[in-house]
């Protein structure tokens, strides 16, 4: 009750009875709650705002939903139930000042009676911020409590002060069963209704009612009067008469159905919201209806094609590149068409869409920009322009022009040093897409393997020691930067292996994970580790399995290859028990008694793995001396001294190379079921300048026994030949590897 002693709408307890000139809409509306249709989540038996109604302790709360659904209905019933002071006040209508007087009134009553003021607000979303503050301290401090009504999202369109402070209800669309029944209790109430008169309709008329009135019961009962009071002549008729509503006269009553939808508002949001995830989702049928609904509403179609655009290239992407022209060409022919006709566009490029293959990897970019925001990375050498100060700071030096090789393209490090072995982009595995998938993400692959070579270039020439192990030195002269030699070890590897998909695979002292990212490929059912050396190799590993599901990635323990322990195993994977052993380089540059002794360690800690060994064979790789062009650079004299030299270095004079396969080869024959084989793989490598002079250098084990042969204008000269002869592209540098394979040991005892 207002504070005159009238009820919210203004009228006397005396003229409860509505009379017969107010729409039927308010004539029907319920004054208790066992009167309500509908929302029983909300108002239900036993829900939380039914009993605070019951027992007139509400607290604030704020009503949401649709047009029609009882928001102020539910504000009458509360009107009618409690003993606190009842203020009514609409937002369109109200100002500053009548929020004033309703305060005013409210801090009386509660000083003078003790009496609490329950105050109303219609449609509070239309009070701007200023209107809605002035509110806030007289709902925290109890002087007043909350009822609001709006049709719009609370949580954007109400101050977050008095949305924290209230209890948000929302109110859904009626269906048809209550339509139905509000429909029901209209015909058949004497009182206000239509129960002093037989009502008939014609077959689906009533039906067509209720369809057309989607969910709004005011809409639903105005529609009802306008048919019922046109179907007689004069209205009212006598008591008892029978009225007839035909399909007609129901269709005239109601010829439009009202589709909620504001264009700044929840309703535009949320339509939008449902197209973009049925075309993201590949419904066809979903997309065109909530397409079709926006355009009934009046939405622009400049924005449905905007939308249409972005999803082209967010949700589609590079499974179907074609989908953003398409979806321009409809856009582009519908400024030209216009309505109605350029519907037929609006509905061909939803449809492209929603039937398209679909990638989001394209979100990729937001990963990357992530990535600029929080890191400072410099641009690598090769990458800077070499033209402004090449010579001075070395700008340039390196980069390799893809266009020089075949399929032109070559391996190298785009990304920082910082960043080396991040992945940002994921491949998806449909359409366009699908087909270049494995090329991607092989060049990835052995991008990873030129990086890690590059990274081992600038380590050569920043450090020295005359002890340094000539074997190493074999090992990056043969392997180094040669990713033909490093897939040849991979598919060596896993050839011989034949690993399962539930097998669990332990990879040992690989650096370019190459070996890893198949087992993981092989065994999705089983699981993956990795042993090596150092923290640099953890941290590519690390940076490939991010872009893995977490099930899928790998576990990297940074450990001596030399030291298998389990233990320290058990703790890094949570387990030691493998199926598959791989390993990559351990065996050949040590001499025979370790490389014996290591592989009986590893059989001892591992019993239960099959295992396979892939080692280069380092003194059958690449020769400078054979390089194309440099026998004619230098002359036949020093040519022929200069491979003889090689020849030395690598040891075929003294029969070290021999004794290295024929070392594996003896290791194979001292244990039961082992293989051995040998391959050799033709490649081509580039070498750039600076690669050349830190193998030249006399600082290095190779540079230093050159110095120690030749003489200084020889040296000039082999090195202007390799310099000359390797600045014209990639040359020939061919590598050999050894694969020992042996079988699970048997079960003792």
Not at 225 to 251: D, K, R
Not at 418 to 435: D, M, N, Q, T
Request: glycine share 8%; proline share 5%.
């Amino acid at each position: 009750m207002g504070a005159d002693g009238n009820d919210l709408f203004g009228l006397a307890p005396e003229d409860k009875d509505r009379s017969a000139s107010e729409p039927l809409a308010a004539r029907m509306r319920p004054r208790v709650l066992d009167d309500f249709v509908g929302q029983e989540h909300i108002v239900g038996p036993g829900r939380l705002l039914r009993r605070a109604i019951q027992k007139d302790r509400l607290s604030s709360l704020i009503l949401s939903g649709p047009p029609g659904t009882g928001k102020t209905t539910l504000a009458r019933v509360i009107a009618n139930g409690t003993s606190a002071r009842f203020v009514a006040i609409n937002a369109v209508l109200a100002g500053v000042q009548a929020i004033r007087d309703a305060i005013d009134e409210a801090k009386r009553a509660r000083e003078l009676y003790d009496r609490r003021t329950i105050l109303f607000v219609d449609e509070v979303h239309r009070w701007n911020k200023a209107q809605q503050d002035a509110l806030l301290p007289w709902v925290e401090n109890g002087t007043i409590v909350l009822v609001g009504a709006t049709t719009e999202n609370p949580f954007f369109e109400v101050n977050r002060a008095l949305v924290s402070r209230s209890r948000v209800f929302l109110l859904k669309a009626l269906d048809a069963a209550d339509l139905l029944e509000v429909a029901r209790r209209a015909l058949s109430d004497r009182e206000r209704g239509y129960g002093r008169w037989k009502v008939e309709f014609a077959e689906g008329a009533l039906e067509h009612l209720v369809d057309v009135a989607d969910g709004d019961a005011r809409s639903l009962l105005n529609a009802l009067e306008l048919a019922v009071e046109t179907s007689h002549e004069p209205w009212p008729p006598p008591e008892g008469a029978t009225v007839s509503v035909t399909m007609e006269a129901a269709e005239e009553s109601i010829q439009r159905r009202a589709v909620l939808y504001d264009k700044d508002g929840d309703y535009h949001y949320d339509s939008i919201s449902a197209f973009i995830k049925s075309l993201r989702g590949s419904d066809p049928d979903a997309a065109l209806y909530w397409m079709a609904r926006m355009v009934y509403a009046g939405e622009d179609p400049a924005f449905i094609f905007r939308r249409m655009l972005i999803s082209a290239a967010e949700d589609v992407g590079l499974a179907d590149p074609r989908a953003v022209e398409v979806v321009d060409a409809c856009a582009r022919a519908f400024e030209r068409i216009g309505f109605p006709e350029g519907q037929f566009h609006m509905a061909e490029a939803a449809l492209y869409l929603a039937t398209a293959p679909k990638s989001n990897s394209a979100l990729a970019y937001f990963d990357a920009l992530a990535e600029v925001e929080k890191s400072r990375a410099e641009v690598p050498l090769h990458l800077k322009d070499g033209s402004r100060d090449g010579p001075g700071f070395g700008h340039g030096d390196g980069y390799r022009y893809p266009h020089a090789y075949r399929d032109h393209w070559t391996a190298q490090q785009y990304l920082p040093e910082l960043l080396r072995g991040r992945v940002f982009y994921k491949p998806g595995a449909l359409g366009h897409e699908g087909s270049v998938r494995e090329t991607v993400l092989a060049r990835r692959e052995e991008q990873l393997v030129a990086a890690l070579d590059e990274a081992q270039s600038r380590v050569d020439r920043l450090t020295y020691s005359k002890e340094a192990d000539r074997s190493l030195e074999w090992l990056a002269r043969a392997s180094g930067g040669s990713t033909a030699l490093a897939r040849a070890a991979r598919d060596g590897l896993h050839a011989r292996a034949a690993i399962q998909r539930h097998e669990r695979v332990l990879v040992v002292g690989e650096r370019d994970g190459l070996a890893l990212r198949e087992a993981i490929r092989k065994a999705p059912e089983g699981a993956c580790a990795a042993l090596v050396q150092d923290a640099r190799a953890a941290e590519v590993l690390e940076a490939f399995a991010a872009g893995l599901e977490e099930l899928m990635r790998p576990t990297a323990l940074v450990g001596d290859p030399a030291a298998p322990d389990r233990e320290t195993m058990v703790a890094a994977f949570g387990f030691a028990s493998f199926d598959v052993a791989l390993f990559r380089d351990v065996l050949a540059r040590r001499d025979a008694d370790e490389a014996g002794t290591l592989l009986d360690r590893w059989r001892e800690a591992l019993p239960e793995a099959r295992m396979v060994f892939a080692e280069t064979l380092a003194g059958s790789g690449g020769r400078l001396s054979l390089i194309p062009g440099v026998e004619a650079e230098l002359g036949a004299e020093l040519a022929t001294r200069f491979a003889r030299f090689e020849d030395g270095f690598y040891g075929f004079e003294s029969g070290d190379v021999d004794s290295a396969a024929a070392k594996l080869r003896k290791l194979a024959s001292l244990r039961p079921g082992a293989t051995i084989e040998t391959s050799r793989v033709e490649t081509e490598r580039a070498i750039p300048v600076s690669r050349l002079d830190a193998w030249l250098s006399p600082e290095g084990p190779y540079g230093a026994a050159l110095s120690a042969a030749f003489g200084a204008s020889e040296l000039d000269a082999i090195a202007a030949a390799l310099r000359a002869s390797t600045s014209r592209g990639p040359v020939p540098w061919p590598g050999a590897l050894a694969f020992l394979a042996l079988p699970s040991a048997p079960p003792r005892g």
